[in-house]
């Protein structure tokens, strides 16, 4: 069996990540779901988050180490951006070095055993979970939402309308660069939902 698929779904995963980093503004870094409530985590929290977690994923679960340490020294948005492209590139790169074997073998997930293959979709499935926050926070503070999976309110509405995928960067070095971003459709005047009247 071939793990590509997994090399892949993270290769675009960390570019969503890097590119929701660049929706923010260097303002919005303290900023948390409710100011009273410390548990809900701050975007700057957030971004720590997934440096330091994915930095201790992929070095004790799947032995890959990255050549920077996880965080910047300077915490802003643009050097968190600066220091995850390049983390997540050299893991990229030992991803797609790894054959089969490699894959299918057994670590230490926490308290049980797995398949490296198994612990690279539940890390996948934790940054996606995360980058989803995130976006809601983008929401909360009035921004636009390029599309992750698909169409989105912002690109157009519905799959079955017809909405295009508009990604807010062309590529990674633009998402890097904090280069102009892709130009959006014009908003539609309905609800975006799949019950029809509404």
């Known amino acids: 069996m071939t793990y590509d698929f997994l090399v892949e ?8 990540v890097l590119s929701t980093w660049r929706l923010f503004r ?39 180490d990255a050549p920077a340490p996880p965080l910047p020294e300077s915490e802003t948005r643009s050097e968190f951006i600066v220091r995850y492209a390049e983390n997540s590139a050299a893991r990229l790169d030992a991803l797609r070095s790894q054959g089969s074997g490699w894959w299918e073998g057994e670590t230490d997930f926490f308290e049980v055993r797995r398949t490296r293959a198994w612990v690279m979709v539940r890390r996948i499935a934790h940054t996606a979970h995360h980058r989803g926050q995130q976006a809601t926070m983008l929401r909360m503070l009035g921004r636009d939402l390029y599309s992750t999976y698909g169409p989105t309110a912002d690109t157009g509405g519905l799959m079955q309308d017809h909405a295009p995928t508009v990604y807010a960067f062309r590529d990674e070095a633009a998402i890097v660069a904090g280069q102009s971003m892709t130009a959006l459709p014009v908003l539609v005047e309905r609800a975006v939902t799949e019950r029809p009247n509404r």
Do not use: A, N
């Open 26 to 64: 260097d303002e919005d870094l303290p900023v948390r779901p409710r100011d009273e409530d410390r548990r809900g985590r701050s975007v700057l929290e957030q971004m720590i988050h997934q440096c330091v977690s994915e930095d201790i994923w992929f070095r004790t679960m799947l032995g890959i």
């Open 9 to 16: 779904t993270y290769d675009t995963e960390r570019l969503k």
